[in-house]
């Protein structure tokens, strides 16, 4: 089993619609979480921390749920421009090896 | 801004060549780290260093090497280049809160 596992997709939605992702981890110590965004070709960039309480940042909502060992991103009102890859990270905290990145879910959005 | 740079965004090398990938970053970050992304296996490590002279081997560290004999500065050395390390090569930084920065990346091909 992966340590860290996501849909890869690709998620095809219509722009204005709302999109949500799960990403499930396998270590229960892991201690931080964060959703990176991927464009065609391009570096990956940090979107969002994921904090335990929820978080939100205009459209993007990012959730932690510890007993059931997954982290989700909510995309509200979707763009085109939202078009990209989102990728799932986890820490392990003593580490800087445990940087552990999912494989990425695609997401196209249509006009 | 973070800004890393990686020093080539194409390169082409000969099967046997040795290759060498540099890396900079100018926000005084402890830790650097090397890893390749290739369709459908998603990011893997190669590499970190969290200090200067410092490295630690990452998930696929065979046919690679690294140096960090300053703190700005991570290069990956491929001693001799084979076709397998066909790939998207990314540099990232981190301070001590695990966010990663990254570089443009550098796709190399081995011929």
């Known amino acids: 089993r992966k340590e860290v596992e996501q849909d890869p997709g690709p998620f095809n939605v219509p722009e204005g619609a709302t999109v949500a992702f799960n990403c499930t981890y396998s270590?229960?110590?892991?201690?931080?979480f964060f959703w990176y965004r991927q464009d065609c070709r391009k570096e990956p960039k940090l979107l969002m921390s994921v904090y335990s309480s929820g978080n939100e940042d205009g459209r993007f909502t990012a959730q932690l749920n510890r007993a059931s060992q997954y982290i989700s991103l909510l995309i509200r009102d979707s763009k085109l421009s939202d078009s990209a890859t989102y990728l799932c990270?986890?820490?392990?905290?003593?580490?800087?090896?445990?940087?552990?990145f999912g494989s990425g879910t695609r997401l196209s959005i249509r006009p | 801004d973070v800004k890393v740079t990686q020093s080539s965004r194409y390169l082409v090398k000969r099967t046997g060549e040795k290759v060498f990938l540099e890396c900079v970053q100018d926000m005084d970050h402890e830790n650097m780290f090397w890893y390749r992304q290739d369709p459908g296996l998603g990011l893997r490590l190669i590499y970190f260093s969290y200090d200067v002279k410092m490295k630690e081997k990452g998930d696929i560290p065979e046919g690679y090497s690294v140096s960090r004999e300053k703190k700005e500065r991570f290069s990956l050395i491929l001693e001799s280049a084979s076709t397998n390390q066909t790939s998207m090569y990314l540099c990232?930084?981190?301070?001590?809160?695990?966010?990663?920065?990254f570089g443009s990346g550098t796709q190399l091909s081995v011929l």
């Open positions: 990270v986890v820490t392990g905290g003593s580490s800087a090896s445990k940087i552990i």
């Open positions: 270590n229960s110590a892991s201690q931080s």
């Open positions: 990232a930084s981190s301070p001590l809160d695990e966010k990663l920065f």
